[in-house]
Nanobody
């Protein structure tokens, strides 16, 4: 069994910062790519940022220069530092990770999401 749990969401004023965390746990043998997505009600889920096991990153154009994705391979965790937040960043943020276990080859697991609201 694998669980993925996000934390760190909340309400922040425009221009403010938040740091999201995501922890993967269970009988994990390895984790390849990890990523953050976000979704606004009525819209498709949007890729925000990705990071490979080696640390290579990629970002959506809308967050480049403001968000930073990082990971701690020893702790099976991924983070999203969000700076200069805008109202249009308001969404539910989801973490996903490509995980291998003793019984299942690499498969993407998803968390339940954490709400980020940017408003004055």
């Amino acid at each position: 069994q694998v669980t993925v749990v996000e934390s760190g969401g909340g309400l922040v004023q425009p221009g403010g910062s938040l740091r999201l965390s995501c922890a993967a746990s269970g009988e994990i043998i390895g984790i390849n790519s990890m990523a953050w997505y976000r979704q606004v009600p009525g819209q498709e889920r949007e890729l925000v940022a990705t990071i490979t096991r080696g640390g290579a990153t990629d970002y959506a154009d809308s967050v480049k220069g403001r968000f930073t994705i990082s990971r701690d391979n020893a702790k099976n965790m991924v983070y999203l530092q969000m700076n200069s937040l805008k109202p249009e960043d308001t969404a539910v943020y989801f973490c996903t990770a490509d995980i291998s276990t003793k019984t299942v080859s690499y498969t993407y697991y998803w968390g339940q999401g954490t709400q980020v609201t940017v408003s004055s």
